[in-house]
């Protein structure tokens, strides 16, 4: 377990240790899914790996109904996750202890009231399981 993290949980104790290290996974899926993995473990001076808050957020959607189907909108409140605002509270708890970085683009105000995150869990779980099924069936 990272320490940082179990401090930052100790001064701010409305997110579980999970839902910070979901947020990093989040970060490293969604740079992989949008194709702007740092290379060699660097970051080049001209090479954008940034991910934007919607982007983020999205991300979080689908990394999440990937890894508990159904059962994610369940996990995210149990994590302390409510609202997109959630996800930008864990993004910048995450920056100031130096977990992730932060770019001039960046603020808070991105991932404030995008969209009900509830739905969308539960949207995403539909079409992924609608998905699955036309896959079965084409077969």
Known sequence: MDQKILDLIQDDPRYMY???DFVCETVTYTQER???????GRRDPGDDCH???EELLKGACELAVKQFGMM??????LWGIHATDDIGELVFNLIKIERLSKSDRDDLADFRDRFDLQT????GFEMSAAAYSARKTDR
Do not use: I, N, Q
């Open 18 to 20: 999970e839902a910070y």
């Open 34 to 40: 949008l194709g702007r993995v740092p290379r060699d």
């Open 51 to 53: 991910v934007g808050g």
């Open 72 to 77: 994610a909108p369940v996990v995210f409140r």
């Open 120 to 123: 969308a869990l539960e949207d």
